[in-house]
């Protein structure tokens, strides 16, 4: 295939290998973002059972910070796995794998990663404020979340907001 069947209909000149090494440079970019916050909050929650207060906690606060340290953990993997698994397909001709299941686990990572963030705000609240008000605190944080980075992006796929044929 030659470089003028190659381009995307984007107006980039360039090949698919190129394409795919761009979409992984850019994917890596933007998990540079989130990995070292969801590592120092997966960190910080790991420290709290060795505090003292935490025997303090009732049996439904430890339960959702539980499920808190399960979740970073989990995002945590699924935000790191890109690299694990470029550096095991590395020089194997297989970029297009790579970029597309990293893709994936960008994906799922970015939803727990929210969950993770909405489960330690619930626990914060509760144990701060009360039961309820971690329980609107963790509603509120789900409908910021699903605004912000899934309904916004998906309403943006669609519309063309601030751009002009000027800037094309």
Known sequence: MDRQEDMLDEGRDETRDERMDRNFNELLQELRVVQTGTQILAGFLLTLPFQARFTDLTDYHRAIFLVAISLAFLTTVLLVAPVSLHRLLFRRHR????????????????????????????????????????????????????????????????HRYGVTDDAE
């Open 95 to 158: 970029k297009d794998q790579v970029v597309e299941m990293s893709h994936q686990m960008a994906r799922v990572g970015l939803v727990t990663l929210g969950l993770t963030l909405t489960t330690v705000l619930c626990l914060i609240f509760s144990v701060v404020v009360s039961d309820l008000a971690g329980w609107v605190a963790g509603a509120v944080a789900v409908v910021v979340f699903a605004s912000v980075w899934w309904a916004l992006p998906t309403w943006l796929r669609g």
